[in-house]
């Protein structure tokens, strides 16, 4: 009997072992490591202490609020892998509910815990970490008001909205998540139930809209209050007009000559990156200053005037915006592993870990072009119903599907690194699929094989 509850449990201790093992082996090989971006985070993280004196709208607060607990980089490195650990065994949970085997969620778990796209982002000081658990746990959280009972199903919704607009918080990208989930979990009922429109949307989940939405709206709303507030923009950053260039920018000689000042700087700025890089991706933040004295705007007076040009070149130029927004949604496919092999404290560790990431990114990659072919499949009912797939992987590729969408909108710099947060799902995703195909074809050719088949052979 013993010998048995240890069979049961050996999964989990051996995903725990380790996710800990590795992230003690993390811990002493790669030393915690600041980016240009870290310095916007953390000078948020000090107004937050000072009680929002100076705070610059730049970020919103999630992350920043991060730094301000824990403190020193050297704290919030062990954070950030205890972060790591505790996303491993939402994984856990999640493989082992969905197929009932401690084994899938070994599988899931690890999934997670080796891919070194996600591991390196726990010794980075930016906001990937923190945003892929909040991400997880909402996306858990899904799962289980899938599980709940009907008077349950309220606090999951409640707990879904909080935890999707902490992801919101971290990273803006994330903001439509509980809103999306509120209302895909609302109607889950509806789709593809009995009965005409009518009889179906009265089986509307109404608590779990309103309980995720309303959980969602006071955090969001009092956050872009405050931002109000304090910039008179609507928003829950300063930012918007520095986003949207980074599609605009690519047609900005269109920009009308009232604003010459203000194009002739930023095109400077922008062949030059083009001509280095290829790209005109973040020249806007070498452009920022010149443009402050050419133009005489303030830095958010100039975030304003630059989301008004964009909007009017998008109106005036939809094709162009469309062009850059697909090229922006084809990059998030990318599946980056980002790290520095210089910060390894021992040289030795670097063609091992090199040949490992160029492996996992081309399977990663792989996964993901196999994600944008397949998943469209789970539309089709009667595909869905002989592979026996849960509808929660359906779920999860819709939400996968709006995000990637979402994501090229507003923003088009970093594409690549706004999958981080939501690679281990893709790959859940296809864990999910391949034991579904693995089982489906078993079953068939066990059918074939069977001794009433064979006699109906030899007759």
């Given at each position: 009997m013993a010998r048995s509850s240890f069979t049961r449990f050996l999964p989990f201790i051996l995903t725990l072992a380790i996710a800990l093992g590795i992230r003690v082996w993390l811990w002493r090989v790669y030393p915690v490591r600041?980016?240009?971006?870290?310095?916007a985070y953390r000078r948020a993280a000090q107004s937050i202490?000072?009680?929002?004196?100076?705070?610059?709208?730049?970020?919103?607060?999630?992350?920043?609020?991060?730094?301000?607990?824990?403190?020193?980089?050297?704290r919030v490195y062990?954070?950030?892998?205890?972060?790591?650990?505790?996303?491993?065994?939402?994984?856990?949970y999640l493989g082992w509910r969905l197929w009932r085997s401690p084994l899938a969620g070994m599988i899931a778990a690890l999934a997670h815990t080796l891919n070194l796209g996600q591991l390196f982002f726990e010794a980075h000081l930016l906001s990937e970490t923190l945003a892929t658990f909040w991400v997880v746990l909402t996306l858990t959280l899904a799962w289980v008001w899938l599980e709940a009972s009907?008077?349950?199903?309220?606090?999951?919704?409640?707990?879904?909205?909080?935890?999707?607009?902490?992801?919101?918080?971290?990273?803006?990208?994330?903001?439509?998540?509980?809103?999306?989930?509120?209302?895909?979990?609302?109607?889950?009922?509806?789709?593809?139930?009995?009965?005409?429109?009518?009889?179906?949307?009265?089986?509307?989940?109404?608590?779990?809209?309103?309980?995720?939405?309303?959980?969602?709206?006071?955090?969001?709303?009092?956050?872009?209050v405050f931002i109000h507030a304090r910039f008179g923009m609507w928003s829950v950053t300063t930012m918007t007009g520095y986003n949207l260039?980074?599609?605009?920018?690519?047609?900005?000689?269109?920009?009308?000559?009232?604003?010459a000042a203000l194009r002739d700087v930023y095109l400077r700025y922008r062949d030059a990156r083009i001509a280095q890089y290829g790209t005109q991706s973040n020249a806007i933040w070498q452009a920022i200053p010149e443009m402050m004295q050419a133009s005489g705007l303030g830095f958010y007076d100039l975030s304003r005037t630059l989301a008004r040009l964009s909007l009017q070149l998008i109106r005036e130029h939809p094709d162009l915006y469309l062009r850059y927004a697909l090229r922006g949604w084809w990059l998030f496919w990318r599946a980056p592993i980002i790290w520095v092999?210089?910060?390894?404290?021992?040289?030795?560790?670097q063609p091992w870990l090199s040949g490992l990431a160029w492996a996992e990114r081309a399977g990663l990659f792989g996964l993901n072009l196999l994600?944008?072919?397949?998943?469209?499949?789970?539309?089709?009912?009667?595909?869905?119903?002989?592979?026996?797939?849960?509808?929660?992987?359906?779920?999860?590729?819709?939400?996968?599907?709006?995000?990637?969408?979402?994501?090229?909108?507003?923003?088009?710099?970093?594409?690549?690194?706004?999958?981080?947060?939501?690679?281990?799902?893709?790959?859940?995703?296809?864990?999910?699929?391949?034991?579904?195909?693995?089982?489906?074809?078993?079953?068939?050719?066990?059918?074939?094989?069977?001794?009433?088949?064979?006699?109906?052979?030899?007759?």
């Open positions: 600041a980016f240009s971006d870290t310095g202490l000072n009680g929002w004196e100076n705070y610059d709208g730049v970020r919103t607060p999630g992350y920043p609020a991060f730094l301000a607990l824990w403190g020193s980089d050297g062990l954070a950030q892998l205890g972060l790591g650990l505790l996303t491993t065994l939402l994984f856990f009907p008077r349950g199903r309220s606090w999951a919704a409640a707990g879904l909205g909080l935890s999707g607009a902490m992801a919101g918080l971290t990273r803006p990208l994330f903001l439509f998540l509980p809103f999306w989930l509120g209302l895909a979990l609302a109607a889950w009922p509806v789709i593809g139930g009995p009965g005409g429109l009518g009889r179906r949307l009265r089986r509307l989940e109404w608590r779990t809209l309103l309980a995720a939405w309303f959980a969602a709206g006071v955090l969001v709303g009092a956050w872009m260039i980074q599609h605009t920018g690519y047609y900005f000689e269109y920009v009308p000559d009232d604003y092999p210089a910060n390894l404290a021992d040289p030795a560790w994600f944008i072919l397949i998943s469209p499949l789970m539309l089709v009912r009667r595909w869905r119903e002989r592979l026996a797939l849960p509808a929660y992987l359906g779920l999860l590729a819709a939400t996968l599907w709006v995000t990637s969408i979402l994501q090229t909108l507003p923003d088009h710099g970093d594409n690549p690194r706004f999958l981080i947060p939501m690679q281990s799902l893709v790959v859940l995703w296809g864990i999910g699929v391949a034991g579904a195909l693995y089982t489906f074809y078993r079953h068939r050719a066990a059918q074939s094989n069977s001794p009433h088949d064979l006699r109906s052979e030899v007759k």
